[in-house]
């Protein structure tokens, strides 16, 4: 957690660029033992992988966007990025229930709980408007982004 925490950090800081910099590195550290990809393959019938990928990229490029707002202080915009794109309305726009339906159930389960999480995220984002305080936000964004870690790490399509 204090991980993402500073992950997020740097990026809100300008650290966009600092953090690929630092991950291209790391995958280049020859110190660094290689592992098998130890991930489920998880096989899509051939015309939802490109959709599915490309949603994913937008989902990825959403939170940047998001992180952008935030660092600017436009916590309203942030959240509504969250929900629009990432949120529990925005299922349809990926169409969730097709491409659901070739997910194991711990696929399922991690998207929902990302969509639920970011749902969550916007209104803490709203609340900061009235508030001034960023931790729930922060917090939030977190969550989400975890939920996004956690199925990247378990899982993989092509």
Known sequence: MRILVAIVA??????????????H???????????PDARQFVKFPAALVEDT???????????????SQLGMGHADKAASI????????????HGA????KHMPQGMQDAGTAMH????RFAI??????????LKPAFAGLAE???????????YRIK
Request: charged share 15%.
């Open 10 to 23: 740097a990026v809100l800081a300008g650290g966009g660029a600092t953090l690929a910099v630092a991950q």
């Open 25 to 35: 590195h790391h995958r280049h550290d020859s110190s660094v033992p290689r592992t």
């Open 53 to 67: 990928l490309a949603n994913m990229r937008d989902h990825l490029q959403a939170l940047q966007e998001i992180q």
């Open 82 to 93: 969250a929900e629009t794109r990432l949120g529990m309305s925005s299922l349809g726009l």
């Open 97 to 100: 229930a097709e491409v659901s």
């Open 116 to 119: 639920r999480a970011a749902s």
């Open 124 to 133: 803490a984002a709203q609340d900061t408007v009235v508030t001034g305080d």
């Open 144 to 154: 989400i982004t975890a939920q996004c870690v956690g199925c990247h790490a378990s």
